[in-house]
């Protein structure tokens, strides 16, 4: 096993990490409260004792983690479903590049699709802006989270983009673990699934071949997840409509907030879409690309497969006929959803600050479920 001290400031828990920095977080009142939604037929203490008996990471992910997305779906959404899974390789390990619209579900979902169907599952980059407390950090590096690190200077940036794209290659290249990493940095606020050229330059740094090779070796995989209901969808219009007027700042605790919102909020159908790892005569089209090019050739095959994966619901049809005051999609759903759906808006317009321009708000929250379409239509896919 390869040497990876050096990368003590970003990987994941071990065992006997992890387990310890369970038993610390036992008795804090959030897994109480936890419990009783995880585990509705046990006493409140349950989830506590069971973090106190846990010998491995394998243990917190199958007894809790899996549980808890299970109970997810089963209180919060109305259908779950997956496809493609034979696009999964089972004799190599693979870097997992999926759109990103939830903090904690979207890696929990892809994580949950591996155990049903017996693959191992993958490690997680996640933003150390979310790490905002003790206990969220042993929960989440419990889970095996890679800490991307985030508000730092240009130059810590580029030594820690480095020292990441070297573990992620590693750990794929000495078929250690699969990762799972998002598209982006941050979640898709605006319904567009786009890749960050950044982060493919971030993935190549780490390269001793040749641009084709470095690619290759890192067999990536789009991953596509849809939700009929998007998470915080009122928070991220939000933000999008105070952003064009000003610098955003988060609020105390906001990032937690949208944590819990995620999984609280209802969601409707969840679909995720495993699409085909990228092919070798794709990546050697890109390498014979120049300079920033090569990484633009690489993120239009990832767009490609992540906006054809995303499953559209009748949401985001309603929400394209609203915007654009049409009946284009009116044979997708009935004079009910749509008044349901009309309904369903305004309420969320409703939690926000009165004085924010309700106009504004209203169109970019639709635009935010409608706005896949767009994307479908952009790539000349079916709607």
Not at 348 to 374: G, H, K
């Amino acid at each position: 096993m390869a040497d990876m001290s050096e990368f003590e400031s970003i990987s994941p828990y071990n065992d006997e990490e992890a387990c310890a920095a369970l038993k610390m977080v036992a008795d804090h009142p959030f897994v109480a409260q936890a419990s009783k939604f995880i585990f509705p037929d046990e006493e409140a203490s349950y989830l506590g004792q069971l973090f106190k008996s846990l010998n491995s990471i394998d243990e917190f992910q199958t007894l809790v983690m899996a549980r808890m997305v299970d109970r997810v779906i089963a209180t919060t959404g109305h259908s779950f479903s997956y496809d493609k899974i034979s696009n999964i390789p089972t004799d190599r390990k693979f870097l997992a590049m999926s759109n990103h619209r939830d903090i904690i579900l979207d890696p929990a979902i892809v994580q949950t699709v591996l155990w049903r169907n017996g693959y191992p599952m993958t490690e997680i980059c996640v933003g150390s802006n979310l790490l905002t407390n003790k206990f969220i950090e042993a929960l989440i590096r419990s889970n095996r989270m890679i800490k991307v690190v985030r508000g730092i200077s240009a130059r810590e940036l580029y030594l820690c983009s480095q020292l990441l794209s070297k573990y992620i290659r590693q750990r794929i290249t000495n078929d250690e673990s699969s990762v799972w990493l998002a598209q982006r940095q941050g979640r898709t606020k605006n319904g567009l699934d786009i890749t960050e050229q950044g982060l493919l330059k971030m993935l190549d740094m780490s390269g001793q071949a040749d641009f084709k090779t470095n690619f290759q070796e890192l067999n990536i995989i789009p991953m596509s997840i849809s939700y009929e209901y998007e998470p915080c969808d009122i928070a991220k219009a939000r933000e999008l409509l105070i952003s064009r007027e000003q610098k955003y700042v988060k609020g105390p605790n906001e990032d937690f907030m949208s944590i819990i919102t995620g999984i609280t909020q209802q969601k409707g159908n969840i679909h995720l879409n495993i699409g085909k790892p990228l092919a070798p005569e794709e990546l050697a089209a890109a390498a014979i690309c120049d300079k920033n090019d090569r990484y633009q050739s690489i993120r239009h095959a990832i767009d490609l497969r992540i906006i054809d994966g995303y499953k559209i619901w009748k949401t985001s049809y309603m929400a394209y006929d609203l915007r654009n005051h049409s009946h284009r999609f009116a044979d997708r759903y009935s004079a009910e959803d749509m008044e349901a759906f009309k309904a369903y808006v305004e309420k969320q317009l409703d939690l926000v600050e009165p004085e924010l321009d309700r106009n504004e708000l209203r169109y970019i929250f639709l635009s935010i479920y409608s706005n896949p379409i767009v994307s479908k239509e952009l790539f000349a896919f079916e709607v």
